[in-house]
């Protein structure tokens, strides 16, 4: 229910953050001036003892986010890619939010497999680990399978966590309609859109078959990419609540030691990590939307192996060049044509002024250029991003929400191991590529090709078309009666009145 119980949910999300000390981690991460600092202290104080307690035993922030729930959880997991926004110290101890919480018992994983794929478990398994990973949703446990002895990962969901989810999503949509009606300059950011975005993305995750699916296409689309792989599903032991695949052995992408003991270059793939993902965003339209750390390992080969696919991304042709000549217009340092290209898409409003636009994202652009990369404050620039697209009055778009926090994501994986990497540099190849099949006269003859094949499955049903286009011409309707009219808009007024209710009403929670 979406009500203003609601209010108390994040009263206590307040509480919470108060009594496990992460108030304080977070505000001196963000770097939060005095103001800031008191208003919340002395909003949040006197309601401290509402907060959850949590695991004395975890960092604050890691406390505050477990105890809170799965989508507070999976905004910390975001944020611990980030050290350049929130510091390497907290992006640390967020981590632990990717693979390490507290897992749930081996009685109830048996219990799952069991009721989920209807057999003995013994005849399924002929060993069975304690859980190797804990997230948000579900944890990992390896096994051997009974009849090959073969090594694989069985996923499976925490019990009760829909219910969970449930419970957390409610509170955000809560907030995004407060937000909505106590700040109007804020709709342009689409908060309650954003929201239902993030729930069809969390939800699809609690549906162990949809990402089954995601990982078979995934794996199909990347089969030829050098230097990466995705392990095989095994179909016959998964499903809603269970998915099971091959064992994929290897070295977690964020412990920077151990990839260095194991004598790989941090540098070479941290390159391949962003261009992978650029390919498989313009070059297939369909991308890992959650490359974090604790779903990356690289193989002793060098491979990268990418693993969990609760969260994969699709965008059209259309978004994907529209993105690579922003992404193209950057590296050319041309903030010209990507001002326009903002116009042409609709992106922001015709009624600005494009140099105006132009301007302020040379402003964004060129401090990427013009100093290491290692010295960039993602932080400070993403604060003015926010300020030019505020300005400029440019609206959300939820198609590009999960591409565009992917990106955030992978670049902070990429600068995780090469602090001194610059995003521009490593996608200029990928997206040069991109530019030259997708835009240009081969494109155009390539687009023509495509549109004469679709207007051709209509050439059967033309004739028809045109006869009943004819027959309507020649036959119009009659006019409605004197009494039926008067009805039908008595029923439309009735109608506008509930519908003005329930926006009035809506208004008020």
């Known amino acids: 229910m979406r009500g203003p119980h609601n209010i108390i949910r994040?009263?206590?999300?307040?509480?919470?953050?108060?009594?496990?000390?992460?108030?304080?981690?977070?505000?001196?991460?963000?770097?939060?001036?005095?103001?800031?600092?008191?208003?919340?202290?002395?909003?949040?104080?006197?309601?401290?003892?509402?907060?959850?307690?949590?695991?004395?035993?975890?960092?604050?922030?890691?406390?505050?986010?477990?105890?809170?729930?799965?989508?507070?959880?999976?905004f910390g997991q975001v944020l611990s890619t980030r050290p350049?926004?929130?510091?390497?110290?907290?992006?640390?101890?967020?981590?632990?939010?990717?693979?390490?919480?507290?897992p749930f018992s081996m009685a109830e994983a048996k219990k799952a497999i069991q009721t989920e794929l209807g057999s003995s478990f013994d005849q399924l398994f002929a060993s069975f680990s304690e859980p190797v990973a804990a997230a948000s949703l579900a944890q990992v446990h390896k096994a051997h399978l009974a009849d090959t002895g073969e090594a694989v990962a069985v996923k499976i969901l925490r019990p009760g966590i829909e219910r969970a989810f449930r419970t957390d999503i409610d509170a955000f949509y809560f907030a995004a309609r407060a937000i909505e009606v106590l700040s109007p300059a804020s709709r342009r950011l689409k908060p309650m859109d954003v929201i239902t975005h993030f729930e069809g993305v969390v939800m699809g995750e609690l549906?162990?078959?949809?990402?089954?699916?995601?990982?078979?296409?995934?794996?199909?689309?990347?089969?030829?990419?050098?230097?990466?792989?995705?392990?095989?599903?095994?179909?016959?032991?998964?499903?809603?609540?269970?998915?099971?695949?091959?064992?994929?052995?290897?070295?977690?992408?964020?412990?920077?030691?151990a990839l260095d003991a194991a004598g790989h270059d941090r540098g070479e793939l941290a390159t391949r990590v962003l261009q992978l993902f650029l390919n498989h965003a313009l070059r297939d339209g369909?991308?890992?939307?959650?490359?974090?750390?604790?779903?990356?390992?690289?193989?002793?080969?060098?491979?990268?192996?990418?693993?969990?696919?609760?969260?994969?991304?699709?965008?059209?042709?259309?978004?994907?060049?529209?993105?690579?000549?922003?992404?193209?217009?950057?590296?050319?340092?041309?903030?010209?044509?990507?001002?326009?290209?903002?116009?042409?898409?609709?992106?922001?409003p015709a009624?600005?002024?494009?140099?105006?636009?132009?301007?302020?994202?040379?402003?964004?652009?060129?401090?990427?250029?013009?100093?290491?990369?290692?010295?960039?404050?993602?932080?400070?620039?993403?604060?003015?991003?926010?300020?030019?697209?505020e300005r400029f009055g440019m609206e959300t778009r939820t198609e590009l929400i999960l591409l565009q926090r992917t990106m955030v994501v992978v670049e902070g994986v990429a600068r995780s191991l090469d602090s001194r990497m610059n995003i521009w540099q490593v996608a200029k190849p990928v997206v040069e590529d991109y530019i030259k099949q997708s835009i240009g006269p081969k494109a155009l003859?390539?687009?023509?090709?495509?549109?004469?094949?679709?207007?051709?499955?209509?050439?059967?049903?033309?004739?028809?078309?045109?006869?009943?286009?004819?027959?309507?011409?020649?036959?119009?309707?009659?006019?409605?009666?004197?009494?039926?009219?008067?009805?039908?808009?008595?029923?439309?007024?009735?109608?506008?009145?509930?519908?003005?209710?329930?926006?009035?009403?809506?208004?008020?929670f």
């Not at 132009?358 to 926010?386: C, T």
């Not at 051709?456 to 409605?480: S, T, V, Y």
């Open 10 to 74: 994040l009263i206590r999300t307040g509480a919470t953050l108060e009594r496990t000390g992460a108030m304080k981690v977070v505000l001196d991460a963000f770097d939060a001036g005095p103001l800031l600092r008191i208003t919340f202290r002395t909003l949040v104080w006197p309601f401290q003892w509402l907060g959850y307690k949590g695991d004395v035993t975890m960092p604050p922030a890691v406390r505050a986010l477990t105890a809170l729930g799965p989508a507070y959880i999976k």
């Open 84 to 102: 350049d926004v929130v510091g390497d110290e907290l992006a640390v101890q967020l981590r632990v939010l990717q693979d390490k919480l507290p």
């Open 207 to 257: 549906d162990l078959r949809l990402e089954s699916s995601a990982a078979a296409e995934f794996a199909a689309n990347t089969e030829g990419d050098a230097g990466f792989q995705v392990p095989k599903v095994l179909w016959h032991l998964s499903g809603r609540r269970v998915m099971t695949m091959d064992w994929a052995e290897g070295t977690n992408i964020g412990i920077n030691d």
């Open 286 to 348: 369909y991308f890992h939307g959650d490359m974090h750390q604790g779903n990356l390992k690289v193989a002793a080969n060098g491979d990268i192996i990418a693993y969990d696919f609760g969260i994969m991304g699709r965008i059209d042709e259309y978004t994907r060049r529209v993105y690579a000549e922003i992404l193209f217009g950057f590296i050319r340092k041309d903030y010209q044509r990507v001002a326009e290209v903002h116009f042409e898409a609709g992106y922001v």
């Open 351 to 389: 009624d600005r002024d494009v140099d105006e636009f132009a301007r302020a994202l040379r402003a964004v652009g060129e401090p990427i250029f013009g100093m290491d990369a290692d010295r960039i404050s993602m932080a400070r620039l993403l604060s003015y991003l926010f300020e030019v697209t």
């Open 445 to 508: 003859l390539r687009d023509l090709a495509m549109t004469a094949r679709i207007l051709a499955r209509f050439g059967p049903q033309l004739p028809r078309l045109a006869e009943d286009a004819l027959i309507r011409l020649n036959n119009p309707p009659p006019p409605p009666k004197p009494q039926r009219r008067i009805a039908r808009l008595s029923w439309m007024a009735l109608g506008g009145v509930l519908v003005g209710g329930a926006m009035w009403v809506s208004r008020l």
